[in-house]
């Protein structure tokens, strides 16, 4: 097998293999915070003596260090995030009228600490390995860096995906900041730019007269960074990404469970600003949900909810004169409480 597909491969598995590892430390630690700051610490600390070791080592098996030593030190900052330990002075769900700039200024203290740390480290690493000839780690990092960046970037702008599964319990409260839209004026963008960079880099590791380390390092950037940009294309496709590593995840060992609410308004209630909190809610914003059934009574009539097989279905119906408005949902690791709070408050602000 030539060398190049070699280096594909194992990008890609190492790709998916890290992120099923950090997804399931971080569900199965959920609230041990020492842990979780250990298993961060650590993975840096390997990351950087890995680094440190590649730094002059112009072979291809450097180029494997090199790329795996920026594995650690990525995967040390995602589990330092997703494990809530270094995220950002706001840890708040969006308050509803929060808009423009007021809206972008409060996502931003979601995020800010651990974006400044990530700055931080990336400025470290430049003035400690900058030197060195095996450039491999650091061009991982910063291609870690900026897509992930884009890729939250497009979140907060709106996209189809938003992905909230794969949030653990205690960050679901950043979903609030996620928009829900078919496209954003940025995606575009991200996507040329994103595919531009990786050709560039294919291009490299298949350039006339490139030497093994080369053709290695090369190869496994340029399909960490292919990676990247399906990953993005996921952002705008109806197809639940999280599947990928389930294995990962650890709501398949809870139990399912069933909450329900129902109000006393009779309404009727404005059914226009429903589908998003409906969407935020079988996305996974509360625990993943597996069905959602209910009724609405709408301006023009009883409007039926039906969540199965992860489709939504709405359809106008004729319904008894005692039927209530509420809904029924089954799930596991489900916040019923949050649940109950943004539907009574969607049904105060919507109700007549």
């Known amino acids: 097998m030539p060398e190049s597909v070699t280096a594909a491969l194992i990008a890609i598995f190492l790709w998916w293999l890290t992120t099923g590892a950090i997804l399931f430390a971080v569900t199965k630690l959920a609230g041990h915070r020492l842990a979780l700051g250990a298993a961060s610490a650590g993975l840096l600390a390997v990351g950087l003596v890995m680094l440190h070791a590649a730094s002059d080592d112009v072979t291809a098996n450097g180029a494997y260090l090199s790329f795996v030593a920026a594995l650690a030190i990525w995967g040390a900052v995602e589990i330092s995030f997703l494990g809530g330990l270094i995220t950002g002075p706001n840890r708040s769900e969006m308050p509803a009228q929060f808009t423009g700039l007021r809206r972008f200024w409060s996502a931003t203290r979601v995020v800010l600490w651990h974006e400044l740390f990530i700055l931080g480290l990336g ?70 730019l994103g595919t531009m960079l990786s050709a560039l880099l294919f291009h490299k590791a298949f350039a006339a007269g490139a030497d093994a380390y080369q053709a290695t390092g090369f190869m496994l950037v340029a399909t960490m960074a292919s990676l990247a940009v399906i990953e993005h294309w996921f952002l705008m496709l109806p197809l639940p990404l999280e599947a990928l590593w389930r294995w990962g995840l650890r709501d398949q060992e809870s139990p399912a469970q069933t909450g329900s609410w129902s109000t006393d308004r009779n309404g009727p209630f404005d059914t226009r600003p429903l589908n998003a909190l409906l969407t935020r809610i079988t996305a996974g914003a509360f625990g993943s949900v597996e069905s959602l059934r209910g009724s609405i009574r709408a301006p023009d009539g009883w409007l039926t909810l039906d969540f199965t097989n992860g489709t939504m279905h709405l359809r106008r119906e004729a319904v008894p004169e005692t039927t209530r408005t509420g809904i029924i949902v089954t799930g596991r690791l489900l916040d019923m409480r949050g649940i109950q709070a943004e539907l009574e408050d969607y049904a105060l602000r919507h109700g007549a």
């Open 123 to 192: 400025f470290l690493l430049i003035i400690a390995f900058a030197q060195g000839p095996n450039q491999i780690g650091l061009l991982t990092y910063g291609i870690l860096w900026l897509m992930r960046l884009s890729a939250k970037l497009n979140l907060y702008l709106g996209v189809r995906n938003t992905g909230e599964r794969l949030l653990p319990a205690h960050l679901r409260y950043m979903s609030s900041y996620f928009a829900h839209r078919p496209m954003n004026l940025l995606f575009p963008f991200s996507i040329t």
